[in-house]
């Protein structure tokens, strides 16, 4: 049976809106291990001493290479290129023709004519799909997560973020850290095998990157951990690494912005499998109020001017005067534990609210008001462990972006859509604070000066 498109799919449905909506698809998930101890323990390493996140299972993977590989990424992103060296990486940003947020992904710069994107489907999706269609000599490999392929992966990935994390790679290595700048790539030989690593921070910690060939997954992990045994080391499962974004301020998973004429036949090339999910208290039957700009979400800083890419124009003039930015809001503890309370009484309780991550929708959409008025909309929730504290990041207008300004956030859907993960249920408000994003102090100060 031919796989059905995500264009057909929404004619038969009627709407995009409709289709995201009632959508089966769950947040995402992290193949592997959801525990190894527990998820507080093995957050509070990252803070304390050193977790080991395994990235190997959950991202895509789409290689380019040949002499048009950095052009048909430069073609359709909004960053910079120049003095973008061999063994670089950068967050990636990728925007339609009106500028708004297709998706972001990690590129990464491993030979002459060669790269690597990393992270979510959506951007490597939109870049795979014109280097197919367009006039480029480019070839093109794909390594779907590990929900999707079939057998291992090309590539192990492990991420060491802590304070200690240093003192784990001069231990394996038996030389000091490399002394690496943010987003540069280095060698280390670890158990006999050339292994790249990364200077990195998914948590908003120091930490280190580490890949190389999967057949040399074993002996690299056993090494790790031999390691780390003296310094703390805490392998960290699928839940705890699911909330490492709250701590660095990273917005998983906008609502791509593909839905519009102009990417009919976009659509009729992308399978109805990527259409992802649609959740949250803001509802609107116009599939493009759920679109967001790079601005948004924080990325201004990785837009920049100095080449021709789709979206230009459209982003030049948005950045004169960004109407909306990103914040943190810390939910009031009384309203959750409330909220949370619901279960335990009479009648229909209010939408559970799971930790440490509440969303559950890929594509979650919560309405933020002042006096009755939307003045925003949260996108990801959940508790960080080490401030004690359940937050969501959400994008606000720059009157009300203020921290201590005071909102309320409507949690719950009106009407309930059919999503399986969503049961019968009422909305509530939850009153919360304005505060900076990221919210952790060394992540905002030092991580994102970076």
């Not at 977790?51 to 073609?75: C, E, F, N, R």
């Not at 803001?282 to 001017?305: A, C, H, M, Q, W």
């Not at 009479?346 to 002042?370: C, E, F, H, N, T």
């Not at 719950?412 to 919210?439: C, D, F, L």
Request: charged residues 25%; contains cysteine; aromatic residues 10%.
């Amino acid at each position: 049976m031919p796989v059905e498109s995500l264009e057909d799919r929404i004619q038969r449905i009627g709407s995009a809106v409709e289709l995201l909506r009632n959508s089966p698809v769950r947040p995402h998930t992290f193949p592997g291990a959801p525990e190894y101890t527990n998820w507080r323990s093995e957050e509070q390493a990252w803070r304390d001493t050193c977790a080991l996140l395994d990235q190997s299972h959950h991202m895509t993977d789409l290689y380019l290479s040949g002499p048009d590989a950095l052009k048909v990424i430069s073609d359709f992103s909004a960053n910079t290129f120049n003095n973008f060296a061999v063994d670089k990486a950068k967050q990636l940003v990728v925007v339609n023709k009106d500028g708004y947020l297709i998706g972001d992904c990690i590129l990464f710069h491993l030979a002459e004519d060669s790269f690597d994107l990393v992270g979510l489907p959506m951007a490597m999706d939109w870049i795979q799909y014109n280097a197919e269609t367009g006039d480029y000599d480019v070839h093109i490999e794909r390594d779907d997560n590990s929900l999707v392929r079939k057998g291992a992966p090309k590539v192990y990935r492990y991420e060491l973020q802590g304070p200690t994390s240093a003192s784990i790679v001069e231990k394996l290595t038996g030389a000091p850290a490399p002394d690496l700048k943010f987003f540069t790539m280095g060698y280390l030989t670890i158990a006999g095998h050339q292994v790249r690593t990364l200077r990195h921070g998914i948590a908003g910690q120091p930490g280190f990157e580490l890949f190389g060939p999967w057949e040399d997954q074993e002996e690299v992990l056993a090494a790790i951990l031999e390691a780390g045994k003296d310094f703390g080391l805490k392998q960290a499962g699928g839940i705890a690494y699911s909330s490492t974004n709250l701590e660095s301020g990273w917005i998983p998973a906008p609502l791509p912005a593909i839905f519009g004429d102009e990417m009919v036949d976009y659509r009729k090339w992308l399978s109805s499998a990527g259409a992802g999910s649609l959740g949250g208290s803001y509802l609107s039957d116009n599939i493009e109020d759920y679109y967001v700009t790079p601005y948004d979400f924080g990325y201004g800083r990785s837009v920049k001017f100095d080449h021709e890419f789709l979206g230009r124009a459209a982003l030049e003039k948005l950045a004169e005067n960004p109407p909306k930015t990103k914040v943190t809001l810390v939910w009031n503890q009384e309203d959750v534990a409330k909220a949370m309370g619901t279960l335990f009484e009479p009648g229909l309780p209010a939408k559970y609210i799971a930790m440490p991550k509440a969303r559950y929708a890929l594509y979650q959409a919560d309405q933020v008001l002042v006096d009755g008025k939307r003045v925003g909309v949260s996108y990801d929730c959940g508790y960080i462990v080490n401030e004690q504290v359940f937050v969501s990041l959400s994008v606000m207008d720059i009157d009300f972006s203020t921290p201590g300004t005071e909102v309320v956030l409507i949690w719950g859907e009106e009407p309930n859509t059919s999503k399986p993960q969503v049961e019968p249920h009422r909305q509530v408000e939850i009153r919360a604070t304005v505060a900076p994003a990221p919210y952790e102090s060394f992540a905002r100060e030092k991580y994102r000066s970076a």
